[in-house]
């Protein structure tokens, strides 16, 4: 059973910038592709960042040029540096590993961190 425990969110003003950590109980960090996903009241939960185990990423356009996706395999951990933070980027913030066809995550979710971006 693998855990996940994202943390970091919390309440900031448009521009400011946060950084989201996702603490995993076992070492699926190194050896899988891992992602951060968010899910907006009344919407669909997205994958907005990935990293590959071999370090490559990529990003939704929506997020592209203001957060960065790294990873610790030693501390299991992977992180989320979002800078220059917008309205609309207010989620709830998911790390999980994607599955190659569906894009979905492999294990069970965590309880996530909420992200609030005041205008």
């Known amino acids: 059973q693998v855990q996940l425990v994202e943390s970091g969110g919390g309440l900031v003003q448009a521009g400011g910038s946060l950084r989201l950590s996702c603490a995993a109980s076992?070492?699926?960090?190194?050896?899988?592709?891992m992602g951060w996903y968010r899910q907006a009241p009344g919407k669909q939960r997205e994958l907005v960042a990935h990293?590959?185990?071999?370090?490559?990423?990529n990003y939704a356009d929506s997020v592209k040029g203001r957060f960065t996706i790294s990873r610790d395999n030693a501390r299991k951990t992977v992180y989320l540096q979002m800078n220059s933070l917008k309205p609309e980027d207010t989620a709830v913030y998911y790390c999980?590993?994607?599955?190659?066809?569906?894009?979905?995550?492999?294990?069970?979710w965590g309880q996530g961190t909420q992200v609030t971006v005041s205008s």
């Open positions: 990293i590959t185990s071999d370090g490559s990423t």
């Open positions: 076992r070492t699926i960090v190194r050896i899988n592709n």
């Open positions: 999980n590993a994607p599955q190659a066809q569906s894009g979905w995550g492999a294990y069970d």
